[in-house]
């Protein structure tokens, strides 16, 4: 194998390792080690989509500054993980069990060295006492940017791309 | 239906005079179909707001209850309101949520409508249909009454309902404190969808009525919001449990309002990040006090409302919303930030964040209250004996009053005075009486 491939395989494979770890934080209700691994400039949000036919395609997603399911930073984002560590969060205690599936996954150069721009899919189930709420799934558009973590990457932006005009099982209370 | 609301027993369902509302009003699907027939097909429900569809074929899809409208800008000015419905076999007309189209054509047979529902033509009109079909009887069904209150759109299925203004009646002074701030009015961000498992009713009932919860059930969102190094819950940086404030309630009409006035008037900036605060505390405010007056600036920032019989607004949270029945056990919540047309582009961008960041599906606060309302719609609904129940609505009950400076029936901030009304107006309807 020459050189250029062996390291876009090593990239594919290191970006790789770095989503299944944030993810399993995030299913394992590790809050803080997920923000810690969140740089901070992070932009972290869910844009609202609409149906729309053909002709206007290009805009069925609202504009992420005048709407947006959530749209946080690292002030907001930190605001949530406390709440999710009280006890008397009641959406989230008893805990939910939230899962996350992460595929597709597909690496693209930025024009920043050390940034890359991450495209995956994804399912989030949540299920709390007996019942499952209704999943979502979507696309998941990150910026990793290198860095001196254990997993080698830092998550420096995370844009959620939903595939549902009407968010089933009334939102997310945990993380994505 | 006379079988049906004799077996039904409506007065039964609530009882005014001691406050106890029936568990099974929730979710009894006789309960269900009939508000269905004499609540949502005879009120005035929220549509939209005329800047979401500005120019000329402007549309958007929504619903009244489960029923799909297309909502229209016409060539000359006025706004149409049409059931989404081709009246050939049914199928629905326009399948976008907003879009610009003077026409919509069924994708079935290709029968076409004008976007004011008239039928304007169809595929084999002359070798099929023998030029017999008289078009003029098979439009699209017309929603009757379509009526504007600043910017507001509102429907009614019934033709002789009396007028949005007298529909409205008191509420309308709350109301307009989130329409009629500034100069050029509101314009609405999304809407933001989102669906709940519970009852059109808990919300609608809840918005008008519940400043009880908020300290008990937000416990967490609250302290997670206070500055480090704060005591878990000593709320300063976000809310204090007032003792003081009102809540009212119109039991004629069904519409109830509440806050803690007069003491909370930092409520208008309250969860807007910088650069809003500023703006909305500096010349906002004054413009604000010179076209409301001195008492729905100053006093009135917590305002919470429901317009009976399913639209809510939240004033310090810049919302406002509907709970779209989707049957007796699940809501669609179409959920709008409110700006205010003339707000800088930076000022805009800070409140849809802050409003997203507390109050969106998956915002601080909304995660509990979702999450408590889906629990008491499983609470009053799940078991035999359950649905049975008499449920307490009785806070402040005999309590209530005249006040000097707020319209309807005034009452403390900590009441269920809104509640009573929402359900006196639900059930004067569900026996068919008073508009
Ligand atoms: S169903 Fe619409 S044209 Fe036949
Ligand atoms: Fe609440």
């Known amino acids: ?176 | 239906m006379a079988n049906r609301t004799q077996d039904l027993n409506i007065i039964d369902l609530f009882d005014r005079e001691n406050g106890i509302v029936k568990a099974s009003i929730y979710s009894d699907p006789d309960v269900y179909k009939l508000e269905m027939e004499r609540i949502f097909s005879r009120s005035w429900l929220f549509l939209g707001h005329e800047g979401q569809i500005p120019k000329f074929g402007d549309f958007l899809v929504t619903t009244m209850a489960e029923d799909s409208v297309i909502v229209s800008r016409q060539g000359d000015g006025t706004i149409t309101a049409i059931l989404n419905q081709c009246r050939h076999r049914g199928n629905r007309l326009c399948l976008a949520d907003m879009g610009n189209s003077k026409s919509f054509r069924c994708t079935y047979h290709g029968w076409v409508y004008n976007s004011a529902g008239g039928l304007v033509g169809m595929p084999h009109e002359t070798d099929g249909y023998h030029n017999k079909l008289n078009k003029a009887e098979w439009g699209a069904i017309r929603v009757p009454r379509v009526e504007i209150h600043k910017g507001l759109i509102f429907g009614n299925w019934d033709a002789e309902a009396p007028a949005l203004s007298a529909a409205l009646g008191d509420v309308a002074w709350y109301l307009d404190a989130f329409l009629d701030g500034a100069e050029g009015g509101i314009e609405l961000s999304g809407p933001h969808r989102h669906h709940v498992k519970c009852n059109w009713k808990w919300q609608a009932e809840q918005h008008g009525t519940d400043f009880y919860h908020a300290a008990i059930s937000h416990n967490s969102a609250l302290t997670a919001l206070n500055p480090p190094g704060a005591p878990p819950t000593s709320f300063e940086y976000t809310q204090t449990p007032d003792e003081t404030g009102y809540q009212f309630g119109m039991p004629e009409l069904g519409h109830g309002a509440a806050g803690w006035f007069p003491a909370r008037n930092d409520g208008l900036v309250r969860f807007a990040p910088a650069p809003a605060p500023a703006y909305l505390g500096g010349p906002a405010r004054e413009e604000m006090r010179a076209r409301l007056g001195d008492i729905r600036t100053d006093e009135m920032g917590s305002l919470v409302m429901t317009v009976f019989p399913n639209l809510s607004l939240n004033r310090a949270a810049r919302y406002l919303r509907v709970w779209q029945p989707r049957g007796p056990n699940r809501t669609e919540v179409v959920h709008y930030i409110i700006l205010d047309k003339k707000m800088p582009e930076e000022v805009k961008d800070a409140i849809v964040r802050g409003t997203s960041f507390s109050f969106n599906a998956s915002g601080l606060f909304e995660q509990d209250d979702s999450e408590n309302v889906a629990l008491c719609h499983r609470g009053a609904s799940e078991g035999h004996i359950s649905r049975q129940t008499p449920l307490n609505v009785q806070m402040g009950l005999g309590f209530g009053g005249p006040h000097p400076d707020f319209p309807g029936q005034i009452n403390h901030v900590y009441a269920e005075e809104g509640a009573r009304a929402f359900y006196s107006h639900w059930q004067d309807l569900l026996m068919g009486g008073a508009k």
């Open chain 1, 1 to 176: 194998m020459d050189t250029r491939t062996n390291d876009a395989l090593r990239l594919q494979w290191s970006i790789e390792q770095f989503l299944y770890e944030e993810t399993g934080l995030l299913e394992e209700r590790r809050f803080a080690e997920w923000l810690a691994l969140t740089t901070d400039d992070i932009v972290y949000a869910m844009p609202v989509r609409t149906t729309r036919t053909l002709r206007d395609f290009d805009k069925r997603f609202l504009p992420i500054e005048r709407a947006g399911h959530f749209r946080e930073d690292k002030q907001t984002l930190s605001i949530r993980v406390k709440k999710l560590a009280d006890p008397k969060s009641w959406s989230e205690n008893p805990p939910s069990v939230p899962r996350i599936f992460v595929t597709n996954v597909r690496v693209r150069e930025t024009e920043i060295d050390d940034e890359f721009l991450v495209i995956s899919s994804f399912m989030f189930t949540r299920t709390r006492m007996e019942q499952s709420y209704a999943p979502i799934t979507g696309r998941r558009e990150d910026i990793l940017r290198r860095a001196e973590t254990p997993y080698g990457f830092m998550l420096a932006r995370r844009m959620i791309y939903i595939d549902h005009a009407a968010l089933p099982g009334s939102g997310i209370n945990t993380l994505i």
